[in-house]
C-alpha cells in the first residue's frame, strides 16, 4: 500500500523527485509500475514489470547509490525451465558466440544445476549465477581493481582493467565466473566482452540503470523477483521477511544478494 | 615525407634547374613551396582519408572537430569510469555522456558500397582510417562492437549539441599531415 502512496505523490509533484533524491531509483523502480505485478495475496506481490526510465531521470546523473541494495530472490519450487532465463540472458548480453572454444570453456552467466537425493530420489534444478556477495572474495583477490562492488551492491568486472589472471575465478565458491578464451566478434552494444578478460553475470546493470529488470527475471515468468534488500517495503523484502529464503553457501558468511526458496 | 618532396620537385623542375643556379632564390623557392603546401594542404593527399557520416549536416560531435581529434581519447577515458564504476549514465543536462563508445560508433559508422557498416579489420572504418596511418594500436574494439546494432539510424546524432560547425559535411576527406602533427596527443601516465 505504501508503494501506491509513494507513486501518487510522485505523479503530483515530479519536483520532489528531485528534492528527495536518494529514494529516487527505489521509487521509480517499485513506485511508478505497481499496478503491472502480480499479487499471490493480499498486499504481496510477486514481480513486477518496470518501465523503462528515460534519460530524464535524475538517478541517471547521480549514478549508483549505496541506499540501494539489489537483490534477486529465486523461487525454486516454481515449476519452471530455467533454460528460459539462461537463454534470454545469453541474449542480452550476446553469449555464446565462440566459435573455437570447448563446451567448459564458453562463458556461461547463469548454470542450471541439477541435484539429487539419492535415499529419497526427489530431484531438482536451480539457476545459479554471481549470487553478488557484500564481501565479495573476486572483489578481496583482484590485484588490479577490476573485479569491483558497485556501491548498489552489483558485483561485475571493470573490463578496462582486468588482465585476465582468473585469481576470482579460483576465489568465487559459487563458480561464477568465465574466462574468454578466444577473440570475439558481434559483441552487443550494451556487454562489450572479448579475448583475456573474466566475466560474470553482472545483475544486467545496463538495464537496471534504465529502469528495467534483469534478463532472466522478465523471462522467468514471476519465479526470479527483483529489488532493494535495503527497502523494508519492497517486494522482495517482504516476502523474504515473511517467508524466508535461503542463501547457497551461507556458512561462509559472505551474504549474498541472491536468495533462494525450495532449496 | 620523402614522396611530398618529389612531388614537388616533380611539378616545379624547370623552376627548380634555374634557381639552383642562384642560391638565395632557390631557399626562398623552397620556402615557397612549403608554405603553399600548407595552405593549400587539403590537397596533399597523404594524410588519412575519413568518412563524416551522413544525415551530421548542421550538426556536430560533442565538442568542435579540432577539440575532438586532439581530446577524444581523454573523453572515453573519464566517462568509462563514470559509466562502469559508478553507475552515471547522463550528463546534468539529461543527454548522454559524451565519452560514450556505442554513440561514436553509431554516429561514425561508415557503410560501404554494399551499403553494410564496415567492421574493424576495414581501413575505412572511421577510427580505423585515422589510427591507421598515426599507427595507434588500441584495444577498444577486441570488447566493444564496432558497428551499430540493427540499422543505427534511429541512434545517428540524437545526443548531439544543435551547433552548427560549417565545416562538418558529410563525405570524404583526407586529412593532412600538418592536421595530424596536430592531433599528437600529450603524453600521460596517469591512469589504468
Not at chain 1, 21 to 30: G, L, P, T, V, Y
Not at chain 1, 45 to 56: E, H, I, K, V
Not at chain 1, 211 to 222: F, L, T, Y
Given at each position: 500500500m505504501t508503494i501506491n502512496i509513494e507513486n501518487k505523490n510522485n505523479d503530483e509533484t515530479v519536483n520532489s523527485l528531485n528534492k528527495d533524491?536518494?529514494?529516487?531509483?527505489?521509487?521509480?523502480?517499485?513506485g511508478s509500475v505497481a499496478a503491472a505485478g502480480l499479487s499471490v495475496a493480499p498486499g504481496m506481490?510477486?514481480?513486477?514489470?518496470?518501465?523503462?526510465?528515460?534519460?530524464?531521470d535524475f538517478s541517471l546523473k547521480e549514478g549508483a547509490s549505496s541506499k540501494v541494495r539489489w537483490g534477486m530472490l529465486v523461487d525454486t519450487t516454481k515449476d519452471v525451465d530455467w533454460n528460459k532465463c539462461v537463454d534470454a540472458c545469453n541474449k542480452e548480453h550476446g553469449l555464446g558466440n565462440e566459435k573455437n572454444s570447448r563446451d567448459d570453456q564458453k562463458t556461461q552467466y547463469i548454470r542450471v544445476v541439477d541435484v539429487k537425493n539419492k535415499g529419497t530420489g526427489y530431484s531438482m534444478s536451480l539457476p545459479?549465477?554471481?549470487?553478488?556477495?557484500e564481501s565479495a572474495p573476486c572483489v578481496d583477490v583482484c590485484p588490479t581493481g577490476a573485479s569491483m562492488k558497485r556501491p548498489?551492491?552489483?558485483?561485475?568486472?571493470?573490463?578496462?582493467?582486468?588482465?585476465?589472471?582468473?585469481?576470482?575465478?579460483?576465489?568465487?565458491?559459487?563458480?561464477?565466473?568465465?574466462f574468454v578464451h578466444?577473440?570475439?566478434?558481434?559483441?552487443?552494444?550494451?556487454?562489450?566482452?572479448?579475448k583475456g578478460c573474466v566475466e560474470s553475470c553482472n545483475m544486467c546493470v545496463n538495464?537496471?540503470?534504465?529502469?528495467?529488470?534483469?534478463?532472466?527475471?522478465?523471462?522467468?515468468?514471476?519465479?526470479?523477483?527483483?529489488?532493494?534488500?535495503?527497502?523494508?517495503?519492497?517486494?522482495i523484502s517482504k516476502i523474504l521477511s515473511k517467508h524466508g529464503g535461503k542463501q547457497i553457501r551461507a556458512d561462509l558468511k559472505l551474504n549474498p544478494g541472491v536468495h533462494y526458496q525450495g532449496i | 615525407m620523402w614522396l611530398h618532396l618529389n612531388f614537388n620537385f616533380g611539378f616545379n623542375s624547370s623552376f627548380v634547374r634555374k634557381s639552383l643556379q642562384k642560391l638565395p632564390l632557390t631557399v626562398a623557392g623552397l620556402a615557397l613551396i612549403a608554405s603553399l603546401n600548407t595552405v593549400n594542404a587539403s590537397q596533399d593527399g597523404l594524410g588519412p582519408k575519413i568518412t563524416l557520416p551522413e544525415n551530421s549536416?548542421?550538426?556536430?560531435?560533442?565538442?568542435?572537430?579540432?577539440?575532438?581529434?586532439?581530446?577524444?581519447?581523454?573523453?572515453?577515458?573519464?566517462d568509462r569510469i563514470q559509466t562502469l564504476r559508478e553507475g552515471v549514465r547522463a550528463k546534468a543536462d539529461d543527454k548522454a555522456l559524451d565519452g560514450s563508445l556505442k554513440q561514436c560508433v553509431n554516429c561514425h559508422a561508415v557503410k560501404d558500397e554494399s551499403n553494410k557498416f564496415v567492421r574493424i579489420d576495414n581501413d575505412q572504418h572511421f577510427c580505423v582510417s585515422c589510427h591507421k596511418y598515426a599507427a595507434v594500436s588500441i584495444d577498444c574494439f577486441q570488447c566493444h562492437r564496432d558497428i551499430p546494432e540493427g540499422s543505427g539510424a534511429f541512434h545517428a546524432l540524437t545526443n548531439?549539441?544543435?551547433?552548427?560547425?560549417s565545416n562538418v559535411v558529410p563525405g570524404n576527406y583526407s586529412l593532412t599531415v600538418k592536421d595530424m602533427a596536430n592531433i599528437a596527443p600529450e603524453v600521460n601516465s596517469d591512469d589504468n
Open positions: 533524491a536518494e529514494s529516487s531509483r527505489r521509487n521509480f523502480i517499485f506481490m510477486l514481480y513486477q514489470t518496470a518501465n523503462a526510465r528515460s534519460l530524464s545459479v549465477m554471481c549470487q553478488h556477495c548498489d551492491g552489483i558485483v561485475l568486472v571493470d573490463r578496462h582493467r582486468c588482465i585476465g589472471c582468473r585469481y576470482c575465478m579460483m576465489a568465487c565458491p559459487y563458480k561464477a565466473r568465465s578466444e577473440v570475439l566478434t558481434d559483441q552487443t552494444e550494451n556487454t562489450p566482452r572479448g538495464r537496471i540503470d534504465n529502469g528495467q529488470e534483469p534478463a532472466c527475471v522478465e523471462a522467468s515468468g514471476g519465479a526470479i523477483i527483483f529489488g532493494d534488500l535495503n527497502d523494508s517495503e519492497s517486494p | 549536416e548542421g550538426k556536430s560531435c560533442v565538442l568542435p572537430s579540432e577539440q575532438m581529434r586532439r581530446e577524444h581519447p581523454d573523453l572515453l577515458k573519464h548531439h549539441k544543435d551547433v552548427n560547425y
